[in-house]
């Protein structure tokens, strides 16, 4: 059946090695050839996931972007170079389920001694040449010409000024390696990741952008036309149980915290959309932000901190087709709401 074409922004969060789920959300929208991206507002996993993509599509359109997004993970989990399909699938049924790998992990001495190691002393301490894993992928792997070009999708990196507390957005040629490091850069594992302010000249230091927006919504209001945005989220903002463990407790701070500012953000778009239904301001005085959601919860609290920072080959994988199947549902069951109304029930989230 023929569809419609669609115009979307995207928001993509940051969570470390469960980016691999937004990996295949990616893979399943860029089946979709009556979707049309505008632009990319990321963090973290979600801003490689981003350049990644860009990457791909400015060189070969749809099938090179997702090509370029499988040779980037495939890269992360030290898999190296084409992989026959029926290898990968056996290395994904074959692997523990989510849950038996994050405990397998969470347990591991090696996880439990880089825990202690980061606990007592700093990047600066225990990594004074500042060697950094992923700088070499992220530079070798992503065409930096092709991201920073004006085309679509328009990105939007976000990281965190050490120094103001405020977020940074990186925009067009701002995008280089170091602004998608500086993105994805944890303050407890990795040094500040260092940038001239293109307008002082002054090096800046920047962090992890999730402290300040996870990703943060606004670039899309004011740099883009489109108004339907779909919200990748790799962090669940509910869980019932009460965490009791050390383990579980920082989990638990580590999702609250990578989760406030976009719900402070949808908050807000609610209270527009309260004004626009009781006509308090003009139709087309403020934009209309219609958000949709693909997500994964009940699989997301099976997993924790020690998943995020070990990207376990198998459990890349099935996040990957975790991601596929969250991306399909959201198009199967809200296609008819994209381009009309939201179909997250904001309201609900904050209730």
Sequence with gaps: MRRDRKVVNLALQGGGAHGAFTWGALDRLLEEETVEIEGITATSAGAMNAAALKSGYVAGGREEARRSLDRFWLKVAGLDGFMPAEVLDWLRAFSPSPAVTAR?????????????????????????????????????????????????????????????????????????????????????????????????????????????????????????????????????????????????????????????????????????????????????????????????????????VATKLTPNRGLLLQLKEAGRAAMDRCLHEHWTAIGTASSLNLRAVFN
């Design 104 to 304: 397998i992990l969470e347990l591991s001495p090696v996880a439990m001694a880089a825990e202690a190691v980061t606990r007592v002393l700093s990047p600066y301490q225990f990594n004074p040449t500042n060697y950094h894993p992923m700088r070499s992928i992220v530079t070798d792997m992503m065409d930096f010409d092709s991201i920073g070009r004006d085309a679509w999708p328009k990105l939007f990196i976000c990281a965190t000024n050490v120094r103001s507390g405020k977020i940074k957005v990186f925009q067009g040629e701002e995008i280089g390696p170091d602004a998608i490091l500086a993105s994805a850069c944890l303050p407890t594992l990795y040094q500040a990741i260092q940038i001239p302010d293109a307008a002082t000249g002054v090096l800046e230091a920047y962090w992890d952008g999730g402290y300040m927006g996870n990703p943060a919504l606004f670039p899309l209001f004011y740099g883009t036309g489109a108004n339907d945005v779909i919200i990748v989220h790799i962090n669940p903002i509910r869980r019932e149980e009460v965490p009791d463990t050390a383990t579980e407790i920082l989990n638990r701070i580590n999702e609250i915290s990578f989760n406030s500012s976009l719900l402070q953000e949808l908050r807000a778009i609610d209270f527009v959309h309260r004004l626009i239904e009781a006509g308090k301001i003009e139709p087309g005085a403020m934009k209309d932000v219609r958000i949709h959601s693909v997500s994964d919860d009940e699989l997301m609290r099976q997993l924790g």
